[in-house]
C-alpha cells in the first residue's frame, strides 16, 4: 500500500465523525471492533492470511449491527459473515472448472480460494483478492451471475475506505454514486440525481470540508484559480483590441486583460475559454451558426449590435458577453441541458471568478474540485 494513502484508522475516523454529525441513525449501525482471536480463527479456516488494511478494518468495526448503505458498494460484514460466504462460494464452486477457471487471459473465474468477501449482499460481494503477484490486494467484484471484475476497482481497501471518506467531506462520486440523507437521517449511496427512494425525498448529503474549501476560495485571485497565465498579456489585448474596433465595440477591460492572459484554453476539461488567437474566427463561424437561432434569440458579434461569445462547455452551453444599454456587458448562457437563456446580470470578472470558485449559484456548471482547476493551452 502507498504510503501516500492514510492509515485505515484515520479513513475510519473521518466516516464516523461525519456519521455522528450527519446520518446519526447510520452511524448506530457501525458494530464494535472484532475480536482479535476471532480474526485468526477466521484466517486459519480459510487458509490465508488477510491484508494488514482488512485487519486493520475489523479491529475498527466488524461490519454492521444490520443492512445499512453505508458505503456505495456492498455493505462491510463481519468476520463470520466474510467466512460463510467464503464457505458457500467455495461449496458452490467444488470442482467445477467453468466456475474455477477463467475462460480467457484477461478474463477472471466465477469465483477463487484466494478471493476475501469482506463487504456481501443478495449474493454478490466485494472482494480483496489476495493471489499472489504485485496487484494483490486490489478490491473488485465477484456478482452471483457473473465472473469477478477488477477493472475499475481499488488497488487496497485502505484506498477504498480514503475515497469514502473524501468524498463525505468534500462532495464528488465514488463508483458512480453520490451519497444522500434519507428523511430519516441516513445515508444512502444512490445515482447522481435521485431525488427520492421509495417516494421519499432524498437530500444531496452535506460536504463540510468542500464548502470551507470553497468558501476560501471565493478569495482567491484568476492566478490562484487557474495557475500562471498562459498568453502575453500585450499581444494578447492588442489583438483582442483590434478585433473590437474592426466589430465596432468596446469590449469591457476584465474581460480584455482575463482573456489576454487565459483565453484559448481548457478549464477543467469543460469550459472552452477562447482568447485572442480564436477570437475573430471563432464569432464569426458561430455569428453564422445561430442567426435565426430560436434559442439565441439576441445577434452575435460580429453582427451589429451583437453579443460576444466567449466560450462553451464541452455539453453544448453557450457563453456570451451581452451589451447593456448603460454600456456595461453581462453574462449570459445559453444552456443546452435546460434549453433556455440565462442572464446572470453580472459583469464578466464577478461572474468568471465566482463560478471558478464554486460560490455561485451555477448547478448547470459541475461542482469544481476545491483546488485550483487544470488549464490546458488549445484552439478551437
Known amino acids: 500500500m502507498s504510503s501516500l494513502v492514510p492509515s485505515v484508522r484515520l479513513s475510519w475516523d473521518r466516516i464516523e465523525a461525519w456519521l455522528r454529525v450527519y446520518a446519526p441513525a447510520s452511524y448506530a449501525l457501525l458494530a464494535p471492533a472484532a475480536a482479535p482471536g476471532r480474526i485468526e480463527a477466521a484466517q486459519a479456516e480459510m487458509g490465508l492470511r488477510f491484508p494488514a488494511d482488512l485487519v486493520d478494518s475489523l479491529l475498527c468495526h466488524d461490519g454492521l449491527l444490520k443492512w445499512g448503505n453505508l458505503f456505495p458498494g456492498e455493505p462491510p460484514q463481519p468476520v463470520e459473515l466474510i467466512v460463510d460466504h467464503w464457505r458457500m462460494c467455495e461449496e458452490i464452486a467444488g470442482d467445477d472448472n467453468d466456475l474455477r477457471e477463467a475462460s480467457g487471459p484477461s478474463d477472471e473465474p466465477w469465483w477463487h480460494v484466494r478471493w476475501i468477501p469482506w463487504a456481501h ?35 487496497s481497501l485502505a484506498a477504498y475506505l480514503a475515497e469514502v471518506a473524501d468524498v463525505l467531506e468534500h462532495g464528488g462520486m465514488v463508483d458512480g454514486c453520490v451519497p444522500y440523507l434519507t428523511r430519516d437521517g441516513e445515508l444512502w449511496w444512490s445515482f447522481e440525481d435521485d431525488t427520492d427512494l421509495n417516494g421519499e425525498p432524498l437530500t444531496p448529503a452535506p460536504a463540510p470540508g468542500r464548502e470551507a474549501a470553497l468558501s476560501a476560495r471565493a478569495g482567491w485571485s484568476l492566478a490562484e484559480l487557474l495557475g500562471p497565465p498562459v498568453g502575453l498579456a500585450d499581444d494578447g489585448v492588442a489583438v483582442i483590441e483590434a478585433v473590437a474596433r474592426d466589430w465596432g465595440v468596446v469590449f469591457p477591460a476584465d474581460y480584455v486583460s482575463v482573456a489576454a492572459l487565459y483565453g484559448d484554453v481548457m478549464i477543467s476539461d469543460y469550459v472552452y475559454f477562447c482568447g485572442a488567437a480564436d477570437l475573430r474566427a471563432y464569432g464569426e463561424d458561430w455569428s453564422s451558426r445561430l442567426e435565426g437561432s430560436a434559442s439565441v434569440t439576441c445577434p452575435v458579434l460580429p453582427s451589429r449590435g451583437g453579443a460576444l ?35 446572470t446580470g453580472l459583469g464578466f470578472a464577478e461572474w468568471f471568478s465566482g463560478a471558478l470558485a464554486g460560490v455561485l449559484a451555477t448547478d448547470w456548471l459541475p461542482q469544481w474540485e476545491p483546488g485550483p482547476h487544470p488549464v490546458e493551452r488549445v484552439h478551437s
Not at 127 to 152: N, Y
Not at 327 to 332: N, Q
Open 121 to 155: 449482499g443478495d449474493g454478490d460481494a466485494q472482494v480483496i483478492d489476495m493471489r499472489e503477484g504485485p496487484e494483490q490486494g486490489r478490491l473488485g467484484t465477484a456478482s452471483h451471475d457473473g465472473t469477478g471484475h477488477f477493472g475499475e476497482g481499488w488497488p
Open 309 to 343: 461569445l466567449w466560450g462553451h462547455t464541452i455539453e453544448g452551453d453557450r457563453l456570451f458577453l451581452v451589451p447593456q444599454a448603460d454600456g456595461t456587458w453581462t453574462v449570459s448562457a445559453f444552456r443546452r441541458g435546460w434549453g433556455d437563456w440565462h442572464d
